[in-house]
Structures are given as structure tokens and as C-alpha cells.
């Protein structure tokens, strides 16, 4: 079956830095996404890394590695709007294809 | 603007009665998905539709109903055979399907009393 970890919460200061990691069991893989949900609001896409290595957004910047099956979202300058929960979503490469989402890491940012 | 909604964003029912949350969107997406969310849980997968007039079960559709007669909407059902309605239903469009970029409605916050 298809399977991903992610911390249940992490906290920060403001200006800090923050690394949200995702390890995942998948019996197929495309690559890694990242979506961001506020409280009561609509998850919104952050970053998809298909290959191995970092990809920089502005402040947030996420990464891969197919080999460990390990990826972490990176973000820095935390602002007080970066609380949220974070989630980290892979594709299942079986006949349905569908987003699988791990349960999130909430992320409370503190002043 | 384009985008997708969700109607109502509370919805109130009683215990065995069937209840449709709306999801227009207009951004020609092909693709349309329910999920279900509970506290502290991540997204799960209820029905998708790749494409008009055709719709597929996802991880948890029992107790769950669509149709998906035009492009843009794409109604949930939430039938009394649902034990436990009570969640946060949200609502996302791709452009094809299953893509890992998906569009997400406002959600709905549905309470069965």
C-alpha cells in the first residue's frame, strides 16, 4: 500500500527557518508535492519536485530524494501567515493514478 | 475570475436525510474530485470524474453519490447510508486527470445533528 509520514506539528519563531520533512512507501512513484491549508480554508499547491535535488520558490523551497524515499519542504523567513498545516502528496501509479496526501504538519509560528 | 466554489460553506442536517453539496468551476478543467477531511487528518479521496459523464470511486465513496452531467459541476451527495457524514468536503479541478496540481474550492463544513 501507499503510505506517508510527516510530523503532526512543528513550531517556529518569526524569521526563523523550517524544515517539514515526508518519508513515503509507494509501490510506484512521479514525484512529490506540497500543498498548504490554512485553518478552514482550501489546500493551495506550494511545489512538485519529480527528480532529485531542490527546487526554490521565493522563501519556500522543497526537496527530493527518490533513493531514500525521503522529501522535506524548506521554508525560511517565516512570516506569522506561514502558520498553516503542510501537506506532502504523492501520485499513485496504479490504475487509479490519484493524489494520496499524508495527514499534514501543523505549523505554528510564534512571535 | 476563474476558480472553484463550493456551496453552502456550512451546511446543517439531520440524522437520514440525503444532502448535495455543489462544485461549479470554471476553469475547463476535465478532471474533478471530492475529498473528505477530518480534524487533524489529511484529504481522502470519495469519487473523481476524468472527464464528462463518467466518474470513478475513490478510497471511501460508500455512502457517497455524484453525477457529472456538465463540465463545470460536479454534486456530491451525501446519503443517509454514510455513517459518519460529519467533515470538511472539499472539492479540486486539474486540468487532465490526476495530475499532482490540483485546484481546491473553499470546502464545505458539513454537521449531521
Known amino acids: 500500500g501507499q503510505s506517508l509520514e510527516q510530523p503532526s506539528e512543528v513550531t517556529a519563531v518569526e524569521g526563523a527557518i523550517v524544515q517539514i520533512n515526508c518519508t513515503y512507501q509507494?509501490?510506484?512513484?512521479?514525484?512529490l508535492s506540497w500543498y498548504q491549508q490554512h485553518d478552514g480554508g482550501a489546500p493551495t499547491f506550494l511545489s512538485y519536485?519529480?527528480?532529485?535535488g531542490l527546487e526554490e520558490t521565493g522563501r519556500f523551497s522543497s526537496f527530493l530524494s527518490r533513493s531514500d524515499s525521503y522529501g522535506y519542504l524548506l521554508l525560511q523567513e517565516l512570516q506569522m501567515k506561514d502558520s498553516a498545516s503542510y501537506f506532502c502528496?504523492?501520485?499513485?501509479?496504479?490504475?487509479?493514478?490519484?493524489?494520496?496526501f499524508g495527514t499534514g504538519t501543523l505549523l505554528a509560528v510564534q512571535p | 475570475d476563474g476558480g472553484i466554489t463550493q456551496s453552502p460553506k456550512y451546511l446543517f442536517r439531520k440524522e437520514g436525510q440525503n444532502v448535495t453539496l455543489s462544485c461549479e468551476q470554471n476553469?475547463?478543467?476535465?478532471?474533478m474530485y471530492w475529498y473528505r477531511q477530518d480534524p487533524g487528518q489529511g484529504l481522502r479521496l470519495i469519487y473523481y470524474?476524468?472527464?464528462?459523464?463518467?466518474?470513478q470511486k475513490g478510497d471511501i465513496a460508500e455512502g457517497y453519490s455524484v453525477s457529472r452531467e456538465k463540465k463545470e459541476s460536479f454534486p456530491l451527495t451525501v446519503t443517509s447510508a454514510q455513517k459518519n457524514p460529519t467533515a470538511f468536503y472539499l472539492c479540486?479541478?486539474?486540468?487532465?486527470?490526476?495530475?499532482?496540481?490540483?485546484?481546491f474550492g473553499p470546502g464545505t463544513r458539513l454537521t449531521v445533528l
Open positions: 476553469l475547463n478543467h476535465d478532471a
Open positions: 509507494t509501490s510506484g512513484f512521479y514525484g
Open positions: 519536485n519529480g527528480l532529485d
Open positions: 479540486a479541478s486539474s486540468p487532465r486527470a490526476h495530475t499532482d496540481t490540483q485546484y
Open positions: 470524474s476524468q472527464i464528462v459523464n463518467d466518474f
Open positions: 502528496a504523492v501520485r499513485d501509479s496504479g490504475a487509479t493514478n490519484k493524489l494520496i
